[in-house]
Nanobody, 125 residues
Framework: QVQLVESGGGLVQAGGSLRLSCAASGRTFDSYSMGWFRQAPGKEREFVAGIAGSGIGRYHADSVKGRFSISRDNAKNTVYLQMNSLRPENTAVYYC??????????????????WGQGTQVTVSS
């Protein structure tokens, strides 16, 4: 069992930055691929970024490429999402996700093994 706890969300003006963190329980963190999803009101949950257990392979959705960056610190059992140049359309609840397939970097929601509780990100114009 893996528990995921997100933090770092909040209110920011357009053009600003936020860094989300997701702390994981357990001693096998580096065996899991980790990812971030987001869900805006009235919309489906959308995959944003993924990173392999080793931290070597990474994927970013086209909508965030060049502005968001996923990373992880296996010594701290933590995955991060650095979000720069934020836009109002990035407003959503952001969820951390874990996948037992440690080499996977492209996540599908139905294949996620563990979810965090989500953290709200609001970008004002």
């Amino acid at each position: 069992q893996v528990q995921l706890v997100e933090s770092g969300g909040g209110l920011v003006q357009a053009g600003g930055s936020l860094r989300l963190s997701c702390a994981a329980s357990g001693r096998t963190f580096d065996s899991y691929s980790m990812g971030w999803f987001r869900q805006a009101p009235g919309k489906e949950r959308e995959f944003v970024a993924g990173i392999a257990g080793s931290g070597i392979g990474r994927y970013h959705a086209d909508s965030v490429k060049g502005r968001f960056s996923i990373s992880r610190d296996n010594a701290k059992n933590t995955v991060y999402l650095q979000m720069n140049s934020l836009r109002p359309e990035n407003t959503a609840v952001y969820y951390c996700a874990a996948d037992r397939r440690g080499s996977n970097i492209y996540f599908r929601a139905r294949e996620v093994d563990y979810w965090g509780q989500g953290t709200q990100v609001t970008v004002s114009s």
